[in-house]
């Protein structure tokens, strides 16, 4: 895994190296085994490499002069070996035994559709000379990052913003709609940022410059459920399996130990089994947790250590661990941390880092295979109160639903006229009304009341899955955009520590396979009387309780891990911060959300964010410190990252971070 970077002057001069060498020193963590530049001219091309296949080769910025054709790259093409066959079949000639060279033949031979072969996940430039053109290109689901945006008469591209920070022409000025996106969905959610002028290569996009015009076209897009014969639970069941267990075997290969995150949930515990069931030697395996009770699952981890035969190692963090590192992450990440456990998965990947370089992780399970059941079953809610508008009128419905006797109850719900706006009621760790609530005015004026973010997931109720069953439009719409802000996470306090995070269950062959599942496949009533019973209650208390999540995955961990494993409800690896919150958390919150600094921002209102921390909401699953926690991220990155820059236009290297 690696970090990228580089420059296009549109005018023509010739771009510093000076420059573009410091923007690719910032992303040295990606990278700590090797670097290089290349220039010609207006084109600058560079790379930080962390060595995973073919160590002594495979160094970048790579090129073939002949083509005058240049890349840089991150990521791991899994199928390379398949594609090099091919390509010698064609008629190319390899120097090397790097997927980094496939990657440069397949440019050649395919042109900008090359990515439609790979298997994989990257984020990669090519310049080609011949066409005078810049092509940037991020896998389809968007495991690795590529970010670019203008910066005078030039192009700048990068893995991360901190390499934009050291050009000495970048403005580094927040954009609230990314704000306001991240405080109620914990991302800048599709094509928004958080950096005002800065791009996304969305999933599955090649975005080409060329005279000076720029287009973004895509090569992939994420399928929407159609409706198929249902062939059975053992034949879903044994394609999947067979489909997971190839993805794990590809996500192996490397020249350097790998190990896998186990947290002892089914998930992580299937992909270690599968790799334990593929390895030639031991596999180690690690896991993170506080020491607050109940908030750990090292037992669990261990027990299916035990079980697989892997060697597993057990982290337990402190309260004093999580506040030592937060606000350093925050500088690292450019970016407020979107998940409270980041913390804890940087701190667990840096002590990986020194057993194994690669780790396989289970990202993407719950998004494919329905596990989110609290949400994913709010369909069931949705159908309902479309059957009860349909019979009282939307007049009279809307009227109830209103009405603050019915406030916080199911009876609320009846005011949504579409399933996108009850979706919104279901899916938030801020509801938009509290947020907005807690905003000036003006910065309410500058989100339009989140017009940007809505419009991302209304495009996809209303226009790319209107037709689908509304479980499916769900499970569509966590899989097009909550993944995202999980693999960003990854890929981030990752590539932290130099450890490269791979994601067998994010395997776009295995993705077009489950899709199409049907949905009671992945998630199930236990019983016709179960199915009834769910009439009288909401998706919230029925989950896990009237029906059975990840139906196809608990299925292979029956024949994989210990019973109690794959039957286990989800934990989520939460971070116990209302504990923290009636302690030395609210004080940290109250110093930094009303100090003077905070309040000249002008995103809050103090006495809206006084009453708040004064007040605490008596919520499950630690939403109301997510919630404080959250503004905190918010007010630590604009001093941490945006006053930065503000303060030295040399943009210094971030606040250290200790393992």
């Not at 006053?643 to 250290?656: H, L, T």
Request: charged letters at 25%; aromatic letters at 10%; glycine letters at 8%.
């Amino acid at each position: 895994m690696c970090g990228i970077t580089g420059l296009l002057d549109l005018s023509g001069k010739p771009v510093d190296a000076g420059v573009l060498g410091r923007m690719c020193e910032i992303l040295a963590h990606r990278g700590p085994d090797d670097s290089g530049v290349w220039t010609d001219g207006p084109i600058g091309l560079a790379h930080r490499r962390l060595s995973i296949i073919d160590l002594k080769d495979g160094q970048q910025p790579m090129a073939d002069a002949q083509a005058q054709v240049v890349v840089t790259y991150n990521g791991e093409i899994y199928n390379f070996q398949e594609l090099r066959a091919e390509l010698e079949g064609l008629g190319h000639v390899f120097r090397t035994r790097s997927d980094t060279e496939v990657l440069l033949k397949s440019y050649l031979q395919w042109g900008e559709d090359l990515a439609t072969r790979f298997n994989g996940m990257f984020g990669f430039a090519v310049w080609d000379g011949a066409e005078k053109k810049l092509i940037l290109v991020r896998d389809r689901l968007g495991i690795k990052p590529v970010y670019w945006t203008r910066i005078g008469d030039q192009i700048a591209f990068a893995s991360e913003n901190k390499a934009f920070m050291r050009h000495p022409g970048f403005v580094a000025e927040a954009d609230l709609d990314g704000i306001s996106s991240y405080l109620t969905f914990r991302q800048a959610v599709f094509d928004i940022t958080f950096f005002k002028g800065v791009n996304k290569v969305l999933p599955g996009h090649v975005v080409t410059f060329k005279d000076g015009d720029v287009r973004s076209r895509a090569y992939w897009t994420l399928p929407v459920p159609e409706p198929k014969e249902d062939r059975g639970q053992a034949y879903y069941l044994e394609e999947a399996e067979e489909l997971l267990s190839r993805a794990v075997k590809r996500r192996m290969i490397a020249d350097v130990p790998v190990g896998a995150y186990l947290s002892g949930g089914v998930d992580s515990s299937v992909i270690a089994a599968l790799m334990v069931r593929h390895a030639q030697s031991p596999v180690k395996t690690f896991s993170v947790g506080y020491i607050e009770e109940g908030y750990d699952e090292g037992d669990y981890a261990q027990a299916v250590a035990d079980h697989i035969g892997s060697e597993h190692e057990h982290l337990i963090l402190k309260q004093e661990d999580y506040f030592d590192n937060w606000r350093g992450l925050i500088s690292q990440n450019d970016i407020p941390l979107s998940i409270p456990h980041e913390v804890a998965l940087y701190q667990l990947s840096a002590h990986m880092k020194t057993k194994v370089t690669v780790a396989l992780s289970g990202e993407g399970a719950d998004e494919l295979f329905g596990g989110y059941g609290r949400v994913q079953r709010s369909p069931m809610d949705w159908k309902k109160i479309a059957a009860a508008r349909a019979v009282l009128g939307g007049r009279l419905a809307g009227w109830i639903g209103n009405r603050e006797v019915f406030k916080d109850t199911a009876w609320s719900w009846l005011r949504h006229a579409s399933h996108l706006d009850h979706f919104f009621d279901c899916y938030n760790w801020m509801p938009f009304e509290e947020k907005w609530s807690l905003m000036t005015p003006d910065a309410l004026r500058q989100i339009d009341t989140d017009a940007r973010t809505i419009g991302v997931f209304r495009k996809i109720f209303e226009d790319d899955a209107a037709n689908a069953d509304p479980y499916d439009r769900v499970l569509h719409t966590f899989q097009k955009i909550h993944l995202g802000g999980l693999l960003d996470r990854l890929d981030m306090m990752s590539m932290a520590s130099g450890l490269e995070a791979r994601v067998p269950f994010v395997d776009h062959e295995l993705i077009e396979f489950m899709v199409h599942v049907p949905r009671h496949h992945k998630m199930k009533w236990k019983s016709p009387l179960h199915k009834v019973r769910a009439l009288f209650h909401s998706s919230f208390t029925a989950s896990e309780w009237l029906d059975v999540n990840k139906v196809l995955i608990r299925k292979m961990g029956e024949k994989l891990v210990p019973p109690e494993i794959a039957r286990r409800k989800k934990l989520g690896f939460p971070t116990p911060l209302d504990s923290w919150m009636q302690g030395r958390m609210r004080g940290i919150a109250q110093d930094l959300l009303l100090d003077q600094t905070a309040r000249e921002r002008g995103i809050f209102i103090p006495e809206k964010v006084e009453a708040m921390l004064a007040n605490r909401q008596d919520l499950p699953y630690d939403f109301y410190g997510k919630k404080v926690w959250m503004m905190m991220n918010v007010e630590l990155w604009f001093r941490e990252v945006i006053g930065a820059r503000k303060n030295d236009s040399a943009a210094a290297q971030p606040a250290a971070v200790t393992a």
